[in-house]
């Protein structure tokens, strides 16, 4: 399709939870392809405070970290200039949308989410009604800026399915009022495992600092973690899904190598797994090496990133604005006297 210069971009939509450590599976399945794809489209990435409330927070070091995933972002390669970036709970209309689309979602459906069933096992003690209704917030984030496009992880396919369920359905009973949006899941890297239970993904909130690479790790710790990762006692690099330890190594080197699986096992044949996590572990580190590099120049400028949230927020206000007033005067609310 030709697109003219006077015609507006298509919009992206991402978030992830400042929860745990922003981790390499974060960055393989989700932040890279944000970056790749943030010139041809209108682009807003949040840091998703409000859903990381869902577990519990310490609040100082939750406060840190909004501002640290934030600088992540841009020393990963998110362009402030191109792409707004904001912190979710700056933008009021978000838990606003989430509530009237509260009304349209059923229990059956959100009772269905695999995530709420993993999350309220590994948190028994506090399965919350948030917890359980975080896909409908998640569903808001999107339809307020009529989002076409959601660059995410395998992970969330399932609530990406329910946010299209829930637009279609808003639109069938009132009128056509939300864009509905498609997933952009990466072929390869869309769901990287954890290092020491390659059955499990990886997480970035996991307790065992094993099983996840964080994209702040010193080299040595980068090295150690890959070293010590879980493979079956084979020794020929090849993928295949019945070797999940393996499998993962390749598939990360993959997507940090920018060579298809083929080629990556062309170019260990006759070599052995140590190889692999050689090679793994100092691609791995000097991808992050510019990443952490730039990532304390920012820190250190709080200033600047203040400006950046700041405008981010006063860009998505706006926007949300919009919708959100369309959708309180379609459902009956009446309009506040100005
Ligand atoms: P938490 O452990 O706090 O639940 P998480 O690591 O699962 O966090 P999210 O904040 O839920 O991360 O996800 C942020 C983005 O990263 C989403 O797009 C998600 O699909 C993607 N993602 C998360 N884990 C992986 C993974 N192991 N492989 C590929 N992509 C992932
Ligand atoms: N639920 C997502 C995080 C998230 C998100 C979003 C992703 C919240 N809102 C909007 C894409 C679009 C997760 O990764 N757990």
Not at 137 to 163: R, S
């Given at each position: 399709m030709v697109r003219r210069m006077s015609e507006p971009k298509p919009v992206i939509l991402s978030g992830i939870q400042p929860s745990g450590h922003l981790a390499i599976g974060n960055y393989l399945g989700a932040l890279k392809n944000w970056v790749e794809l943030q010139d041809r489209y209108d682009c807003i990435f949040l840091v998703v405070d409000l859903h990381a409330l869902t577990v519990r927070q310490v609040p100082a070091e939750l406060r840190r970290r909004c501002l640290s995933f934030a600088a992540q972002y841009i020393a990963c390669g998110i362009d402030p200039e191109k792409s707004a970036i904001a912190i979710?709970?700056?933008?009021?209309?978000?838990?606003?949308?989430?509530?009237?689309?509260?009304?349209?979602?059923?229990?059956?459906?959100?009772?269905?989410?695999?995530?709420?069933?993993?999350?309220?096992?590994?948190?028994?003690?506090?399965?919350?009604?948030?917890?359980?209704?975080?896909?409908?917030?998640?569903?808001?984030?999107?339809?307020?800026?009529?989002?076409?496009?959601?660059?995410?992880?395998?992970?969330?396919?399932?609530?990406?399915?329910?946010?299209?369920?829930?637009?279609?359905?808003?639109?069938?009973?009132?009128?056509?009022?939300?864009?509905?949006?498609?997933?952009?899941?990466?072929?390869?890297?869309?769901?990287?495992?954890?290092?020491?239970?390659?059955?499990?993904?990886?997480?970035?909130?996991?307790?065992?600092?094993?099983?996840?690479?964080?994209?702040?790790?010193p080299p040595n710790v980068i090295t150690r973690k890959i070293k010590r990762a879980v493979t079956d006692s084979g020794t020929e690099v090849r993928f295949d899904e019945g070797s999940a330890g393996l499998a993962n190594l390749i598939t990360m080197y993959s997507v940090l190598s920018g060579l298809d699986i083929p080629a990556v096992e062309a170019h260990f044949a006759g070599k052995m797994y140590g190889h692999l996590k050689v090679e793994l572990a100092e691609l791995t580190v000097e991808t992050l090496r510019p990443v952490q590099a730039e990532y304390a120049r920012l820190m250190e400028d709080s200033a600047y990133l203040d400006g950046i949230l700041a405008r981010g927020a006063e860009d998505c206000r706006g926007r949300a604005r919009k919708t959100l007033s369309k959708v309180y005067r379609k459902v009956g609310l009446v309009p506040a006297a100005r």
């Open positions: 979710q709970s700056h933008v009021p209309q978000h838990a606003e949308l989430g509530w009237v689309l509260n009304t349209i979602t059923y229990m059956g459906e959100l009772n269905r989410m695999t995530q709420f069933k993993d999350k309220s096992a590994r948190h028994n003690q506090n399965i919350n009604v948030g917890l359980f209704s975080y896909p409908v917030l998640m569903a808001a984030d999107i339809l307020l800026y009529q989002a076409d496009l959601v660059p995410v992880g395998a992970d969330q396919k399932q609530h990406l399915e329910l946010t299209r369920d829930v637009a279609q359905r808003f639109n069938n009973l009132y009128s056509p009022t939300f864009t509905v949006p498609e997933a952009f899941i990466p072929k390869v890297g869309a769901r990287i495992m954890s290092l020491q239970d390659p059955t499990k993904k990886m997480s970035k909130s996991d307790d065992v600092e094993g099983n996840y690479i964080s994209l702040l790790d």
